[in-house]
């Protein structure tokens, strides 16, 4: 299992990687890509759209189940990453670069895992 060290974990899976600007990236780890199979489909919120921290962003579809994303923070939508709707699959292949959506706004990092502690949550 990949748990690179310089991102960020949520306890419901997803990556947080905070670029130079401020921005915030976000993703789905490896371990919840490797739960969920091969992933066939992405829902992704709309440039602009208003997020919630803990309210689901986004969701993924899997030959196994429908799976929802959930933001981070509260912020607004500023880009998404257009490549996953025509090749899904990215998420499987290379989680940590297929990242799903940017956001801009304030992020509590003290609700985030390093990768050691997220290391230690999915070993449970």
Known sequence: MIIPEELKYTKSHEWIKILENGTVELGLSDYAQHELGDIVF??????????????????????????????????????????LFDAPEKINKS???AWLIRIEGVLQ?????SAGEYKAFISK
């Open 42 to 83: 992405v829902n992704l919120p709309k440039i602009g759209d208003t997020l919630t921290a803990g309210a689901a962003a986004a969701d993924v579809e899997s030959v196994k189940a429908v799976s929802d994303i959930y933001s981070p923070m509260n912020g607004k939508v500023i880009e998404i990453n257009q490549e």
């Open 95 to 97: 989680p940590y670069t």
């Open 109 to 113: 990092e003290n609700d985030l895992l």
